[in-house]
C-alpha cells in the first residue's frame, strides 16, 4: 500500500463515540480515522451536538471533531459549516483546516447528500440498508420517505461515487438499488485484541444481549425466550448490556412475564465489565431486525462465546460461520429452539465456540483500517506521498 501524506478527510456522521446512542457505526468511524491519520491524513468528523459536549474537540489520536445541529437538523447544519469553511469563515477554517480534499459521507438511513453542495470527492459509507427498519422507528408515512430518500435519491445523488460498506450481504442489498457492483468496496469491521483475564463460565445458563437498546434490536425476542426457557431451565438468566430510550418498555415486559429475577438490566458497561460478561455467557444473543455487520457476534467468538442471530437480519451473517461458530435462524419460535437446543448440549456449544475464537481472529481493526486507507488514496491521486516509514507517529 502507498502511505499518503498531507491529505484533509472530513467524515460527516450523525454521532461520535460520545454520543448516549453512538454504536458499531461510530466506533467503525473512529478506528479507521485513527489509521488514516497514523499514515499522515488530516482527519475531522462532523456530527451532532450532544448534552455537555464540546463543539470542538481533538481526541487522543489527533482526529478534530465539530459539533453541530441536533438529531433532525446535524444535515443541515453539515452542509452549511462546510459552505462557510469553504467561503473563509467558519469553524474548519477557524481551525486552520479550510476546505477538505475528500468527504466521507456516512448514511446511518439518513444521507447527508455532501455530493449536491461540495465539490470534492465523496466517497458514501453504509454500514447497511434500512429498508425494514424505517416502519419500525417511524410511522409509514415518515417512513415512505425516509426509504424514498435512502434507496431512490441517494442512489441518484452518489451515482458516481465510490461506496465503503462493512459487510457482502449490505452489498448485494446496495446492488439491488442500482449501484454499481464494481464501485462498492467492503471492509470488514475489526475485533479488538483480547486482553483481559480469562473469566470462566456461569455456573447456570447465561444468556446476554449487547447493544443500543432501541425497537429494532428486538431485545423483546430474548426476554420472551428466557420466560420459556425457565420453565424448563428454573436457573437461566439474562444479561441486557446496554442502554438507549426503548429501556421502560423492556423492563415492563420483563415484568409482565414474570422473568424480574431472570433478567439484569446493566445500563452502559465499561470495556472490562463488557469482557467478563462476554466470558462468561454460554451465548450471546443477537435477536436485531437488521446489521451491517455482526460487531458484538465477533467480540463474543473472541471469548469463545458462540452466538443466535437471525438470518435476515443482513451483515450477521457474515461475521458468523452459520453451524460452525453459531446459528443463524429464521423467525422468533426457531430462535427459541435453537438456543434451547445450545443451552442443553454443551459439547456442541463448546466446540462452536473454540471456532469462533479462530473466526474472531480473521477481523483485526489493523487490517479494517488498511482496506479503508487504500480506499481513500485511490480517490486522492494527486496527494503527495511518503515511504511507508515516515509514518506520523
Not at 489509521?35 to 481526541?59: D, F, K, N
Not at 431472570?262 to 452502559?268: E, P, S
Not at 460487531?295 to 471469548?303: K, P, Q
Not at 450477521?316 to 435462524?329: F, H, I, P, Y
Request: proline letters at 5%; aromatic letters at 8%.
Amino acid at each position: 500500500m502507498t502511505d499518503a501524506c498531507g491529505g484533509h478527510v472530513l467524515f460527516l456522521n450523525w454521532r461520535d463515540t460520545k454520543h448516549p446512542e453512538g454504536g458499531g457505526s461510530e466506533l467503525f468511524l473512529e478506528r479507521v480515522a485513527a489509521e488514516l491519520i497514523s499514515l499522515g491524513y488530516r482527519v475531522t468528523l462532523l456530527c451532532q451536538a450532544h448534552g455537555t459536549a464540546p463543539a470542538r474537540e481533538i481526541t487522543p489520536e489527533g482526529m478534530r471533531i465539530v459539533r453541530r445541529g441536533g438529531r433532525h437538523t446535524v444535515y443541515l447544519m453539515a452542509a452549511l459549516t462546510y459552505l462557510m469553511g469553504a467561503l473563509g469563515f467558519g469553524p474548519l477554517s477557524r481551525r486552520g483546516l479550510g476546505r477538505p480534499d475528500l468527504i466521507i459521507d456516512v448514511g446511518n438511513g439518513m444521507p447527508f447528500l455532501s455530493k449536491l453542495y461540495a465539490r470534492r470527492p465523496v466517497i458514501a459509507l453504509v454500514h447497511h440498508v434500512h429498508r425494514e427498519q424505517w416502519p419500525v422507528v417511524f410511522g409509514p408515512r415518515v417512513a415512505r420517505i425516509g426509504w424514498w430518500i435512502e434507496s431512490r435519491l441517494a442512489v441518484r445523488v452518489y451515482r458516481n461515487c465510490s461506496y465503503i460498506t462493512v459487510s457482502e450481504s449490505t452489498r448485494e442489498e446496495l446492488v439491488g438499488l442500482g449501484v454499481d457492483r464494481h464501485r462498492i468496496n467492503v471492509v470488514h469491521n475489526g475485533t479488538p485484541e483480547v486482553t483481559g483475564r480469562a473469566v470462566a463460565r456461569t455456573p447456570y445458563p447465561s444468556l446476554m444481549v449487547l447493544g443500543r437498546l432501541v425497537p429494532h434490536k428486538r431485545v423483546e425476542f430474548a426476554l420472551r425466550a428466557t420466560a420459556l426457557l425457565a420453565t424448563e431451565l428454573p436457573d437461566v438468566e439474562l444479561v441486557v448490556a446496554g442502554q438507549g430510550w426503548w429501556d421502560e418498555p423492556l423492563i415492563q415486559l420483563a415484568a409482565d412475564l414474570c422473568i424480574e429475577d431472570r433478567v439484569q438490566f446493566t445500563g452502559f458497561v465499561s470495556e472490562e465489565r463488557k469482557h467478563e460478561l462476554l466470558c462468561g455467557s454460554w451465548l450471546m444473543l443477537m435477536p436485531s431486525l437488521k446489521e451491517g455487520w455482526g460487531l458484538t457476534i465477533v467480540e463474543a467468538g473472541a471469548r469463545g462465546t458462540p452466538a443466535v442471530a437471525f438470518r435476515s437480519a443482513g451483515g450477521v451473517a457474515d461475521a458468523m460461520v452459520d453451524g460452525e461458530t453459531g446459528v443463524l435462524v429464521e423467525n422468533e419460535y426457531d430462535f427459541y429452539l435453537r438456543v434451547r437446543e445450545l443451552l442443553l448440549d454443551a459439547r456442541r456449544r463448546t466446540a462452536m465456540g473454540a471456532a469462533a475464537t479462530t473466526h474472531a481472529r480473521r477481523f483485526t481493526w489493523e487490517k479494517a483500517g488498511e482496506a479503508f486507507a487504500e480506499v481513500v488514496a485511490g480517490q486522492l491521486p494527486a496527494i503527495r506521498t511518503a515511504p511507508a516509514d515516515q509514518r506520523v507517529p
